[in-house]
């Protein structure tokens, strides 16, 4: 006798065998019991979730010489001439080979036709969707309209290929994927049947490579009873198919909690010794992060079996894992691995890859908003710390330009001077700061200056303090709670106020500078949203509020020059922009570089 294949031999043959599609099982089987059958319907779901099986039980239950059952009986000619394919009945049709006008218009032809042995002549369309649109069009009346001893069943994956005009006249049906703990229970279910042993853990890996095809998964025992001689472990599995063990993926999470970067390449090295596929590691390592990321986000464990994985263990070790790793640091990984996924298809060296991702990973190098903004408010926090080489910085001279407020005839009011951080690289003989590796401290002009700017900010804060509003001196006390709260509220808001200097307070509004090359910063933190959550912040944090403006600040530099040349300087200063200003400004804020200067 000829060997038949196991999801041949094991396809459902009643409505009560179908696995994991009970809403389409219960709603067929009261319709044949209430002889409400309709003239046509239409079964979608991916594949091997039970389209054409369900299809073929509902021929044999309205043709079953015993009378219409939902469990036909499986021992009248009608129904084994359907079981075998041999029904003149039962017209099957796959419409990916038989797409064309032609073959409907010959189906067409042939409906009239009353039915040779059963009630119903049923006729099964697999892949319906293939059909063209001359074709759909030819069999549209039909459908519509056909005898009264005719049932279509329309069949596809691809349901939304499927015209509408088609669709509406038909009775619609989704097929679900199959749960992975229905499957790997149905597997051993067939394992035992056909007295092969099999581990329950391999029967869940099973389960998961045939993403919810019950039809695969039951090829796949096929295959395996060969290969290990009716006797399957999880290792057969992971053997056969090419798979990277869970323990392998575990341990590779836990490499990366641990922060041993030295343990990366020996792991990897271990990878490549014993023969395992780097890509396939990085798409098992890529499903165990998505794992990882429902088990932060689902807490209830019946769903968390459903979505994950039945195993009560597995989840225990997912969650502690999902613990020490947080679930912004889950995101991370999971789009790093995305990225590694596709550039590693095409890498000479995935060796070199897997091992620079999985460094970064460990370090938490990822190129994230969120990672962005913390580096900066960390470079911050270290420039601003007392003996740093920044705060050192001596105050310059600044230009202010000229901005909406009172007349000219109105008093001037004093201008709190703010220290500005030194900018990392600029030749330039203006926009930048003397520090004190760049002028002598201990000369009679530094100290003069240094006197005059204390003396200044010293009368501007008495004047405020003397009225009982804030001060400039408590803002900048308290600018870094304020950028911590700009943080928690809106992160892009924090990452432009970091840009910002607290420069004055004028008439109950603070002056915010920044240089030029962070203006786009402080034309975004005037825009109404952010404006309106910094003046709350500004309120929560001060006590008091507080509007504010912002300016782009213009630094000159202070050279310590002899007192006969002073005159000089303020003469080149009244110049106003020469050719050369205009040249230096167009370098500072595009970051470029004179090729050739012609006259």
């Known amino acids: 006798m000829a060997y038949v294949s196991l999801y041949r031999k094991w396809r459902p043959q009643s409505f009560s065998q179908i696995v994991g599609q009970d809403h389409v099982s219960r709603t067929l089987s009261n319709a044949i019991e209430a002889d409400h059958v309709g003239h046509a319907y239409l079964f979608a779901g991916p594949r091997g979730t039970g389209k054409t099986s369900t299809a073929k039980i509902l021929a044999k239950s309205v043709n079953c010489l015993k009378g219409s059952t939902p469990e036909p009986c499986g021992t009248c000619e009608s129904c084994k001439t359907i079981m075998n394919g041999t029904s003149l009945d039962v017209i099957e049709m796959d419409a990916a080979s038989n797409r064309g006008i032609d073959e409907i218009r010959e189906l067409r032809d042939k409906v009239a036709f009353a039915a040779t042995i059963g009630r ?10 293939m059909l063209t649109e001359h074709a759909f069009n030819a069999l549209l009346k039909t459908l519509e309209e056909p005898p009264s001893h005719v049932i279509f069943i329309l069949a596809t994956t691809d349901a939304h290929k499927v015209p509408v005009t088609i669709s509406s006249r038909c009775q619609h049906f989704v097929f679900r994927p199959i749960s992975m703990q229905d499957m790997a229970e149905h597997v051993i279910k067939v394992a035992k049947a056909e007295k092969v042993s ?41 053997d056969f198919l090419g798979l990277v063990d869970a323990g392998v993926i575990e341990t590779s999470i836990d490499l990366l909690i641990s922060g041993q970067t030295e343990g990366v390449f020996e792991y990897v090295e271990s990878l490549v010794q014993a023969g395992l596929d780097l890509r396939q590691f990085v798409s098992s390592i890529l499903s165990y992060s998505r794992d990882l990321f429902i088990v932060s986000q689902v807490k209830t464990e019946q769903r968390l079996h459903l979505l994950v994985s039945p195993d009560k263990e597995v989840i225990k070790r997912l969650q502690k894992q999902a613990g020490q790793l947080g679930e912004d640091r889950i995101r991370s990984f999971t789009a790093e691995l995305s990225t590694l996924f596709e550039a590693i298809k095409s890498s000479a060296q995935p060796r070199l890859a897997v091992e620079l991702t999985l460094i970064r990973m460990m370090r938490g190098e990822e190129l994230t908003i969120e990672a962005m903004a913390a580096r900066i408010e960390s470079l911050e926090t270290q420039t601003n710390k007392p003996g740093s080489a920044s ?9 202010e330009p000229p901005r909406s407020g009172p007349s000219e005839s109105a008093p001037t009011k ?12 600029d030749n330039t003989a203006r926009d930048v700061e003397v520090t004190s590796s760049e002028a002598d401290l201990s000369s009679p002009e530094t100290k003069a200056g240094l006197k005059k700017v204390e003396e200044a900010s010293s009368e501007a804060v008495g004047k405020k303090e003397g009225n009982g509003e804030v001060t400039l001196d408590t803002v900048k006390n308290m600018w870094p709670e304020i950028l911590s709260e700009a943080k928690k509220k809106k992160l892009s808001l924090n990452a432009f106020l970091i840009e910002g200097d607290p420069l004055a307070i004028t008439d109950g509004s603070l002056t915010i500078s920044f240089g030029s090359r962070a203006a786009f910063a402080g034309k975004e933190l005037e825009k109404r949203k952010n404006a309106e959550i910094l003046k709350a912040i500004f309120s929560e944090v001060l006590g008091t509020k507080l509007d504010f403006s912002t300016i782009v600040d213009k630094i000159v530099k202070e050279p310590v020059v002899a007192k006969n040349e002073a005159p000089k300087r303020e003469e080149k200063q009244e110049e106003g922009l020469g050719k050369e200003s205009a040249l230096d400004m167009i370098k500072e804020s595009f970051g470029a570089e004179v090729v050739d200067k012609k006259t």
């Open 414 to 425: 004093a201008v709190d001077e703010a220290p500005r951080r030194t900018p990392a690289k």
């Open 198 to 238: 099999i581990a329950k853990e391999a029967a869940l890996v099973i389960a998961r490579q045939a993403e919810g095809s019950l039809r695969d998964a039951i090829g796949i025992l096929d295959q395996l009873a060969t290969y290990t001689d009716k006797s399957i472990t999880n290792e057969n599995v992971v």
């Open 391 to 399: 705060s050192a910085t001596i105050p310059a001279a600044r230009i």
């Open 120 to 129: 119903k002549k049923v006729y099964i369309v697999d892949e319906v969707h």
